[in-house]
């Protein structure tokens, strides 16, 4: 079961870092999304601050099609895009999948003129939540 909050919603996985991502990768493709932008977080705060943090990568995720309807409307949602998804490992053989609610986003801008592709975007990603959950 997927849960959710104010900001998206959280799929449990149990299985090692590099396999999430690859399935997260998958999952968004079914569904019309490529990951535009890949940050390793952990390879970056060492880095640039010398911090150690668990694997943690966060995944720039975009719809072609609902990016395009999206900023037709409202070229300002650019500031929101892509969609955010984190790979976050809590445990040896424990990682966290965290999609943002497009919904969320909306709210920020307060445009009901883009509920509908918002709406779509949600249905997308809580799909992918759901099948990598079920996986």
């Not at 104010?6 to 998958?26: C, N, S």
């Not at 099609?65 to 895009?81: D, Y």
């Not at 790979?87 to 003129?113: H, K």
């Amino acid at each position: 079961m997927t849960e959710t909050n104010q900001i998206g919603f959280t799929a449990h996985l149990k299985t090692d870092f590099e396999t999430a991502i690859q399935r997260v990768t998958d999952a968004l493709k079914v569904e019309g999304f490529g990951v535009l932008t890949e940050i390793n977080v952990k390879e970056t705060l060492k880095k640039k601050i010398d911090a150690d943090f668990r694997p943690y990568k966060i995944l720039g995720a975009c719809n072609p099609t609902l990016a395009h309807r999206a900023l037709t409307t409202a070229p300002q949602v650019g500031l929101l895009l892509p969609c955010n998804v984190t790979v976050s490992q809590e445990s040896e053989g424990l990682v966290n999948v965290s999609i943002v609610d497009p919904i969320a986003m909306l709210d920020i801008l307060q445009r009901p003129d883009l509920e509908a592709v918002a709406q779509e975007a949600r249905a997308k990603l809580e799909r992918v939540a759901a099948s990598l959950q079920n996986s």
